[in-house]
């Protein structure tokens, strides 16, 4: 069965940086886009980034473009999102996502990330 693990949230000061990794199994990891979504508290999911199967190509909405960074390692089955200069408002629980857009099928549980000082 498909299975999404992230890790790497945390507390950080704004400005700072964190790095989310997935870790995928029970699929054939390369062969498919992956994504990465949140949700703010009260608020829906916003898609933050998306990677295509061989890493050649990235998808950024213009609220995180420039700060975050999206990669993949194909040998290891696992998704990064390297997030710098946080801001408060990138405070949500972020989720891997296998898919892109409305193929998105599989979510992860999530992991917490919190600008604050």
């Known amino acids: 069965q498909v299975q999404l693990v992230e890790s790497g949230g945390g507390l950080v000061q704004p400005g700072g940086s964190l790095r989310l990794s997935c870790a995928a199994s029970g699929f054939t990891f390369s062969t498919y886009y992956m994504s990465w979504v949140r949700q703010a508290p009260g608020k829906g999911l916003e898609w933050v980034s998306s990677?295509?199967?061989?890493?050649?190509?990235?998808y950024y909405p213009d609220s995180v473009k420039g700060r975050f960074t999206i990669s993949r390692d194909n040998a290891k089955n696992t998704l990064y999102l390297q997030m710098n200069s946080l801001k408060s408002e990138d405070t949500a629980v972020y989720y891997c996502?296998?898919?892109?857009?409305?193929?998105?099928?599989?979510w992860g549980q999530g992991t917490q990330v919190t600008v604050s000082s």
């Open positions: 996502a296998k898919g892109i857009e409305n193929g998105m099928d599989y």
């Open positions: 990677i295509y199967s061989d890493g050649s190509n990235t």
